[in-house]
C-alpha cells in the first residue's frame, strides 16, 4: 500500500469516512449473500461478455456520473477476476473549466454532455470483491480525453446518489473513489506518461487508437488493507496534533 502520511487531516478523514461507507455496503450485502455485483446481474438471466450491466449502464443525471459492469471473454481475464466496473463523468458534472485535450482527431459530440471521461475500472474477483484498480487508453471505453490532471479534479464530483439499479452498489462505487482516491491519482498521472512514451515509441501509430495498448496503468487493491492504512495514518495525524489550543497572545501598548 501507499504511504498516505502526507496526506492532510481533511483527507484522511474524508477517506476514513469512505471506508465506513464501503464496509456497511458490503456488510448489507452479505448478511443476504449478495455482493454489488450480483446486485447488477440480478434479473439478467444468462451473463453475456461485453454485455453492459444493467443494460443502459448507471447514470445519475443530477451528478452525471455514470458506471457500468462488464466481463471480458474469460480467456482475457487475469487470473481470479470476473470483471470489472467502468466510471465516467459527464461534462455537465465536471468541476469548471474542464476541456478536452485538442487532439487531432477529436470531433465536439452533437450534445456537448456526450464529450465523457473515463475515471478509473474497478475489477473484481470471482467472489465478488474488488482487487485491482487500471486506467485504459481512450479506444478502450470511446472516451473523450482529458489530461490527467483534470480527470483528478473530476474524482470528488463522481457521485451516483439514487436507488436504482441498487442502493447499496450505489453508494459502495461512490466511496470507493473516494477511499482509493490517492492511488487513483497516481494511476492517472502514470496513464498519460505511458501514452506519451507509447507515442515516442511508436510514432507512426496514432497512440489513442493503438490496440496494442489497453491498460495504461493499475495496482493491485484490498480494502481491509487499504482502511488499516488510512486508520493508522489519521492516529499519526492525531498524535502530532496539539491537544491543547495555543495560549492567547498579549499585546503590550
Not at 450491466?53 to 471473454?73: I, L, N, R, S, W
Not at 464529450?115 to 474497478?122: P, Q, T
Not at 473530476?154 to 482516491?181: E, K
Not at 496503468?217 to 492525531?238: D, K, N, P, Y
Request: aromatic residues 10%; proline residues 8%; negative net charge.
Amino acid at each position: 500500500m501507499m504511504e498516505l502520511a502526507e496526506l492532510s487531516r481533511d483527507e484522511l478523514q474524508a477517506m476514513s469516512e469512505a471506508a465506513r461507507e464501503v464496509r456497511l455496503c458490503q456488510r448489507v450485502l452479505a448478511k443476504t449473500g449478495d455482493t454489488v455485483v450480483g446486485e447488477l446481474l440480478r434479473g439478467h438471466g444468462t451473463l453475456y461478455e461485453w454485455r453492459h450491466y444493467p443494460p443502459g449502464d448507471v447514470y445519475d443525471a443530477e451528478y452525471h456520473a455514470q458506471y457500468y459492469y462488464h466481463c471480458h471473454p474469460e480467456d482475457e481475464r487475469p487470473d481470479g477476476e470476473h470483471g470489472h466496473f467502468h466510471t465516467f463523468l459527464r461534462p455537465l458534472g465536471m468541476p469548471p473549466g474542464m476541456e478536452p485535450v485538442p487532439l487531432k482527431d477529436y470531433e465536439e459530440p452533437d450534445n456537448p454532455n456526450d464529450a465523457l471521461s473515463h475515471l478509473v475500472g474497478i475489477a473484481m474477483d470471482v467472489a465478488g470483491q474488488p482487487v485491482r484498480l487500471f486506467t485504459t487508453n481512450r479506444w478502450v471505453t470511446g472516451e473523450t480525453w482529458y489530461a490527467a490532471d483534470d480527470v483528478i479534479r473530476m474524482l470528488d464530483s463522481f457521485t451516483v446518489d439514487h436507488a436504482r439499479p441498487s442502493w447499496p452498489a450505489n453508494r459502495w462505487i461512490t466511496a470507493m473513489i473516494r477511499l482509493f482516491r490517492p492511488q487513483i491519482v497516481r494511476l492517472l498521472q502514470e496513464r498519460d506518461r505511458t501514452v506519451a512514451a507509447w507515442s515516442d515509441r511508436h510514432p507512426d501509430v496514432w497512440v489513442y487508437e493503438d490496440r496494442s495498448l489497453e491498460v495504461t496503468s493499475q495496482i493491485l487493491i484490498s480494502v481491509e488493507e487499504q482502511i488499516a492504512t488510512v486508520e493508522h495514518a489519521l492516529r499519526g495525524v492525531r498524535r502530532r496534533s496539539p491537544v491543547l489550543p495555543e495560549p492567547p497572545r498579549f499585546v503590550t501598548p
